[in-house]
């Protein structure tokens, strides 16, 4: 069974904060994304990223995958209230459509 | 387009009774996937289709869950008979191979 785990659930800082949240599993995916979700919405895609070591970047959010594909981080710097969510990593493992998900980091950010 | 397409919203029924989630993804798409979310245990992948073929129902909790695709554009989701325990918010979502995942906006349901 392929598992993500996320680290840390949950996170609450003061505005202007850098975080980084993380992603790892002991397996191999072939593509990992990241969405973010606010309350009674679906998640909505961030990132996709598919090369090992592979970094992008999104105004002030870093996205990394591994090397061995199998974890990934995201950076957050100087956090607004905007920020303010639940952020899921998601893998997909060879040419599947299937996508799991971790269970979520929830950040709020406080002015 | 209109995004992925979940009714009802809201549904609050008894324990017992048969709930039916419905779902319209975007036009084009050939993957349809069905996720329920909780506190607890997060987004968990229930059921995905490809061109409207089951693929993977190995997160399917029980035999009281079935999913259907008769076309590609119209998904169901039922659950009969209804537990508390299926108490959580259920989302369908659409894409292409490798792709986004677009996500309707939920069906929350509450069994009492």
Known sequence: TQ???????????QEGE????????????????????????????????????????LKRL?????????????HITAAQPGDTGLYLCAGRSGNTGKLIFGQGTTLQVKP | DAGVIQ???????????????????????????????????????????????????????EDRFSAKMPNASFSTLKIQPSEPRDSAVYFCASSYLGGELFFGEGSRLTVL
């Open chain 1, 3 to 13: 598992l993500l785990e996320q680290s840390p659930q949950f996170l609450s800082i």
């Open chain 2, 7 to 61: 009714s009802p919203r809201h549904e609050v029924t008894e324990m017992g009774q048969e709930v039916t989630l419905r779902c319209k993804p975007i036009s084009g798409h050939d993957y349809l996937f069905w996720y329920r979310q909780t506190m607890m245990r997060g987004l968990e992948l229930l059921i995905y289709f490809n061109n409207n073929v089951p693929i993977d129902d190995s997160g399917m909790p």
């Open chain 1, 18 to 57: 850098n975080l980084t949240v993380y992603c790892n599993s002991s397996s191999v995916f072939s593509s990992l994304q990241w969405y973010r979700q606010e309350p009674g919405e679906g998640p909505v895609l961030l990132v996709t990223v598919v090369t090992g070591g592979e970094v992008k970047k």
């Open chain 1, 62 to 74: 870093t996205f990394q995958f591994g090397d061995a594909r199998k974890d990934s981080s995201l």
